[in-house]
Every structure is written in C-alpha cells, then in structure tokens.
T-cell receptor
C-alpha cells in the first residue's frame, strides 16, 4: 500500500521567515493534495497538483509536484501566525482517484 | 452551498452504546468518503460511496461499523457496541468524480467521538 512521509514532523518558525514542508510517496503519485488542519477541526483544502512539474500558488503558499522523485513540497513565504496548524498531504491511490492516503502531518508553529 | 456538513460535532458515549453520525455532502458531488483520524495521525480511509453504491470498504471498518448513503445524498455512519478504541475524529469528504478524476475533494468539520 502507498505510504506518504512528511518532513519535518514539526516546525517552529519566527514570524516573517520562510519554510518548506516535504511529502514523499512510496509509490507513483497520481496527483497530490495539500490540506491544512487546525487542532480538533476538519481539513481545509489548500491546493491540488495533478501533473509532474506542476506548481501552484495561493497567497503566500506555493506547492510543487515532482513526479520523478515521487515528492511534493509546500513552501510558505513570510510566515504569519495565521499559517500555524497541521499541514497534511494526501495522494490518490490509483489513477481513478477514489480514496486518499495521507501523511502523518507537519505541525507548524509561528512565533512572534 | 455551505460545503460538507457533519453532525454532531461532538459525541460522548458510554462503552457499549451505539452511535450514528450524519454527513451532508456538497449537493452536486457524487462521491462521498468516510475517514477516521486519531491524535497525531493523518486521516485513514474507511469507506467510499459513488452515488448510493458503497464501492470500497477498508479493513479498518469492522463488522461493528456500517455506512449507508440512501438515494445518493446524505450518508450515515453507525458504530455499534462502541469501544474505547473507537474514540477518534470521524471525517466525511465529498467530491465530483468522472473520467477517472476527482474534483473538489472537500472535507467536513468532523465529528469527534469520545467513548468513556
């Protein structure tokens, strides 16, 4: 079965600093979803990447998909306290994209 | 459309009791998924419906768990004879899927179950 490994597991950054979170798959990626979760709440959709080399940005968050490396990265520029939370990557198991397999998440804290 | 709605948000139950959760997906979405998330872990897939048909069930879904999606609209997840190990966040997601693709994979706010 597919496994997604996220690194780092947790991260503390000072407000204004940049950071990168990585998500590496044990199998071929047929796309990659990034979500954010506040503690005890549901998942908020950030971005979906479908093709190798694809890069998407939303506000100060940029995500890239490297199909050859079976990896995606999420980059936050000039972090703010509102970026704090748990970032989760999820990948569909097959090309038909039914269920998602998730990584264990990266917990981000942003200090003032 | 208000997104994916889950009720209740929180449920505390005594061990051995039955509980039922409800999920109302985004109206035009034909696919509905249930996931379970324990503390410090990512969500784990439980089951998936396309319209009213339950197409896949995880081995995590023991015989105490049952899910339905009558008429292809809302879905319910029932847990019978709850155990302390069932304590978790239960998440519902919906999407619009066709031609081997999924669009708008949206999650609800979840139902947090505590079994005491």
């Amino acid at each position: 079965s597919q496994e997604l490994e996220q690194s780092p597991q947790s991260l503390i950054v000072q407000e204004g600093k940049n950071l990168t979170i990585n998500c590496t798959s044990s199998k071929t990626l047929y796309g990659l979803y990034w979500y954010k979760q506040k503690y005890g709440e549901g998942l908020i959709f950030l971005m979906m990447l479908q093709k190798g080399g694809e890069e998407k940005s939303h506000e100060k968050i940029t995500a890239k998909l490297d199909e050859k490396k079976q990896q995606s990265s999420l980059h936050i520029t000039a972090s703010q306290p509102s970026h704090a939370g748990i970032y989760l990557c999820g990948a569909p198991n097959t090309g038909t994209a039914s269920k998602l397999t998730f990584g264990t998440g990266t917990r981000l804290q942003v200090t003032l | 459309d208000t997104g994916v709605s889950q009720n209740p948000r929180h449920k505390i139950t005594k061990r051995g009791q039955n509980v039922t959760f409800r999920c109302d997906p985004i109206s035009e979405h034909n696919r509905l998924y249930w996931y379970r998330q324990t503390l410090g872990q990512g969500p784990e897939f439980l089951t998936y419906f396309q319209n009213e048909a339950q197409l896949e069930k995880s081995r995590l879904l023991s015989d105490r768990f049952s899910a339905e999606r009558p008429k292809g609209s809302f879905s319910t997840l029932e847990i019978q004879r709850t155990e302390q190990g069932d304590s978790a966040m239960y998440l519902c997601a919906s999407s619009l899927g066709w031609d081997g693709r999924n669009y708008g994979y949206t999650f609800g706010s979840g139902t947090r179950l505590t079994v005491v």
